[in-house]
């Protein structure tokens, strides 16, 4: 066996200590996006770094996030409150105010807001009843339009439609798509790895047997 290979089968996994488990299979998914989610219920903003966002279709235009279970060891403010308020935005970051997202994952009590407690300035903008992050390079107004509580181990999909999105128009390309550099959004890896992302390739698309035009 090649030393240098590291090997997991499913045995060795659900034989390893938990938190070390999370951490290795946390870094499967490769370079995800870093959101914090903003919401509001009762007079109490709440904000929180997130992960696990995707696209899930254009027309409408839906975007997905996964939610921990309530397992009744901490609140799920997020969860609560997208499920009342029907909405929540999402707000980029730059690599400078990482140590200020991470410290919102703390688990802070409900009548205390990670928008003060974290440093980040609130910014209520018509349309959605959830506070954005003010000077967030990109801002996303989001509606639910589906919750399900996944049977294989109780997360919550929550899906939203997009209402509203605010950014820098320089960072919109001639054919529609923005330019994540020229926002200077932060990626993260695992659960506590925050970068900058650098180098990019971008093609057009692909066709068999027909060479990539470089874009
Ligand atoms: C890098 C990072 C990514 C995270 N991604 C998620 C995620 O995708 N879903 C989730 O439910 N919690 C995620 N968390 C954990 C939440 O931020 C944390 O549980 C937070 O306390 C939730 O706050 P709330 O109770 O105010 O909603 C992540 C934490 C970190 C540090």
Known sequence: MDSHLLQVDAETLSAMPRSRRARLINSLPGYKSGMLV???ESGAANLAIVSSHFHLGSNPALLGMIVRPDTGKGER???HNVLKTQCWTLNGFRLESAAQAHQTSAPYPKNRSEFSACGFDLEWKAGVDAPYVKSSPLQVGC??????TLS???THLLIGEVTALYCSADAQRLDGSLDLGKLELATISGLDTYSAPGEALRFGPAHVDTPLQPQ
């Open 38 to 40: 903003g919401t509001y």
């Open 77 to 79: 403010h997020t969860l």
């Open 143 to 148: 509606r639910l339009r589906e919750h399900q």
């Open 152 to 154: 294989i181990n109780g």
